[in-house]
């Protein structure tokens, strides 16, 4: 069915007999319900949220219509590829950090096999590419590595404790901590460094680091799309920019010095096992002690 031979159906079935260009969203539902639309009642409610409305909670059918013709000849095939955290069967997944499942501790770190769709998968594969594996050609897979999982727990402990109802997915605190630390090594370094391109390597990691915190912050305080809960948090980022900050400038200053006899490392290595042990206590019984309002989990 395309668009004119809806548009004159609904003119037939007088669904709009005042002719205001509006028509009722229970209606334009079951109307398409009743013409075998392939479109499950999730995307209806998107696309219904997106078109133009009135004060008599109507919707203005020409622009839905317009909607749902561009959704099924591109957003239908695209959504298959790509993971939305508006859609209830997103946050059903064992591996997302919620709230309401602090006690599967394994939350806190295998979030960040899940993305909130292609955009944060792309800046975070950019960013390891780019950043992440010419430092592990360097420093060897045991201090990346470290340094990465580092950032990854306190970026979910960040978030358990500053913003205590999101949910959290996404790599994006260990990515930080590398380019973080990767960023503070250069620049206390940059008198030393012989590479060509450091600077455009700077430039292009601090603008795709800015956007996806900007992305971020957006999707959390102002989502395109209505939600059931709170969206993911974005504290993640700053988390893990201060581990790789703090962390990082220890671990990559020399990799030929083992970190063991630095006095730094144990300092680092102290203040960041106390920052552990704390979230853990808050974790356990903040939540309680403050009545937080956490939303139900899926």
């Excluded at 999730?42 to 959704?71: P, R, W």
């Excluded at 950043?131 to 470290?146: D, K, Q, T």
Aim: aromatic fraction near 10%.
């Amino acid at each position: 069915m395309d668009r004119s031979s809806l548009l004159q159906l609904i003119q037939e079935q007088q669904l709009d007999p005042e002719n205001t260009g509006f028509i009722g969203v229970e209606t334009f539902a079951s109307l398409v319900h009743s013409h075998e639309l392939p479109l499950d009642p999730a995307k209806l409610d998107m696309l219904v949220a997106l078109a133009q409305g009135n004060d008599e909670g109507q919707v203005c059918y020409q622009e839905l219509v317009d909607l749902i013709i561009v959704f099924l000849c591109y957003g239908a095939r695209l959504n298959k590829w790509v993971l939305q955290t508006y859609h209830p069967e997103y946050m059903k997944s064992p591996l997302v950090y919620h709230p309401g499942h602090r006690a599967r501790a394994w939350r806190f770190l295998t979030y960040m096999f899940m993305h909130v769709g292609l955009e944060q998968l792309g800046f975070n594969a950019l960013l390891q590419l780019m950043i992440g594996v010419p430092l592990e050609m360097v420093h060897g897979i045991l201090r990346i590595s470290f340094l990465y999982l580092a950032g990854v727990l306190a970026g979910s402990l960040t978030v358990s404790i500053t913003d205590m109802r999101a949910p959290l997915v996404g790599g994006s605190g260990g990515v930080y901590a590398l380019c973080s630390a990767h960023l503070a090594n250069v620049v206390m370094n940059w008198a030393g460094m012989r590479c060509p391109y450091k600077l455009l390597r700077m430039v292009l990691a601090l603008v795709c680091m800015s956007s996806e915190v900007g992305r971020a912050v957006w999707l959390r305080f102002s989502p395109p799309l209505p939600a059931s809960g709170p969206q993911p948090s974005f504290m993640a980022h700053l988390a893990g920019a201060i581990v790789g900050i703090s962390m990082g400038l220890t671990i990559l200053r020399s990799y030929e010095e083992s970190l063991q006899d630095q006095c730094g490392w144990w300092v680092v290595l102290l203040s960041y096992g106390t920052f552990l042990l704390f979230a853990v206590f808050w974790n356990i019984f903040a939540y309680d002690l403050l009545g937080a309002q956490i939303p139900p989990p899926p």
